[in-house]
């Protein structure tokens, strides 16, 4: 909440909220998560760990920052394997019946994630995100398999 107008600059929280409200109100289920990395604090991924427990979110993506040249937010260092698990943990234990969905910055942890399963994460945002390459769902599939996770064909 205290981050959100550092980087959204075209619709404030108060606003965010709002719409998340009006969707649960007609029945929809809210996807709301958010991108770690951009040069926030703990205390402001705790805080939207919090914000979308209180909202009842079902499906929560955590990307992590992959900084592009030529973007605004390049110069970023890239985020830990140890910082993106910790955070996938903490969003678990405070959402702990949402979807965790690993999405954005997989390529930044061993084995695409595999950690990040056993941290806390439940589902994956799979196939090319925004601007890089994401996971396949061929390779998902064959690295929640080899976790012993049940796979729908």
Known sequence: MN??????TTH????????IKLAQEEGLCVCSGGIIG???TWEDRL?????????????IPINALMPIPGTPLEHLPLLTEDD???TVAFFRYI???ANIRLAAGRKLMKNNGEKAFKSGASASITGNMLTTAGS??????ALLKSMGRKVIE
Request: charged share 25%; with cysteine.
């Open 47 to 59: 805080d939207m760990a919090i914000s979308l427990a209180e909202l009842g979110i079902e499906s």
């Open 12 to 19: 404030t929280y108060d606003d965010k909220i709002a719409t």
């Open 95 to 97: 959402n702990p019946e």
């Open 136 to 141: 396949t769902i061929a390779s998902d599939r």
């Open 38 to 40: 951009m040069g926030e």
């Open 3 to 8: 981050y959100f107008p550092h980087i959204c």
């Open 84 to 86: 993106i698990l910790r």
